[in-house]
């Protein structure tokens, strides 16, 4: 059984500039969402995808979007990133809405100059 | 959302007990508690849950106070690898994808 894998592991841009992050669920899983985790805090809220569905939100602009594609794999873009959008980016699936278990990736750190 | 409590930081000495405490005195009577670890360099990981009664599992085990307003995450013998932030979340049972993680408890284990 594969577990969530993220892509790409690091990447650095500019200022308002768009960027895009993948997300392969575990094997089964039909729930992800994604968080962001900046240096020295606690992972926080974006949104949540189920059955290709945006099922919540966190206190996050609308510049953050997501998909979630048929085979329950997801996307997080960022448009006109901003410095403070520097952070790790984590995605994590469950196996549906009601488990109280995530599996999270490993991240994707994102650098905005 | 349930506000939480956790110190800062432990230390532990290998191959010693740790109890790591939690408070929640505003959790809803429906909330789940969870607890999650996050190692170096890693994403975070599933430790354990409860409701009301004590649970174990191969990992460790929940503690969980009479009025649920605290919890205590026990790992029984700590090793190196259990060096990590560990996190406590209130979870409702409708929306366990949207954790509010807060500052976590930095675990040390000294060999």
């Known amino acids: 059984e594969t577990g969530v894998t993220q892509s790409p592991t690091h990447l650095i841009k500019t200022r308002g500039q768009q960027v895009t992050l993948r997300c392969s669920s575990q094997s089964g899983h039909n729930t992800v969402s994604w968080y962001q985790q900046a240096l020295g805090q606690g992972p926080q809220f974006i949104f949540q995808y189920y059955r290709e569905e945006e099922n919540g939100r966190g206190n996050f602009p609308p510049r953050f979007s997501g998909l979630q594609f048929p085979n329950y794999s997801s996307e997080l873009n960022v448009n006109a990133l901003e410095l403070d959008d520097s952070a790790l980016y984590l995605c994590a699936s469950s196996l549906n809405l009601d488990t109280g278990e995530l599996f999270f990736g490993e991240g994707s750190r994102l650098t905005v100059l | 959302d349930a506000k939480t409590t956790q110190p800062n930081s432990m230390e532990s000495n290998e191959e010693e007990p740790v109890h790591l405490p939690c408070n929640h005195s505003?959790?809803?009577?429906?909330?789940?508690i969870h607890w999650y670890r996050q190692l170096p360099s890693q994403g975070p990981e599933y430790v354990i849950h409860g409701l009301t009664s004590n649970v174990n599992n191969r990992m460790a085990s929940l503690a969980i106070a009479e009025d649920r307003k605290s919890s205590t995450l026990i790992l029984h013998r700590a090793t190196l690898r259990d060096a990590a932030v560990y996190y406590c979340?209130?979870?409702?049972?409708?929306?366990?994808?949207?954790?509010?993680f807060g500052q976590g408890t930095t675990l040390q284990v000294k060999p």
């Open positions: 979340i209130p979870t409702g049972s409708s929306n366990t994808g949207k954790l509010i």
């Open positions: 505003t959790i809803s009577g429906t909330d789940y």
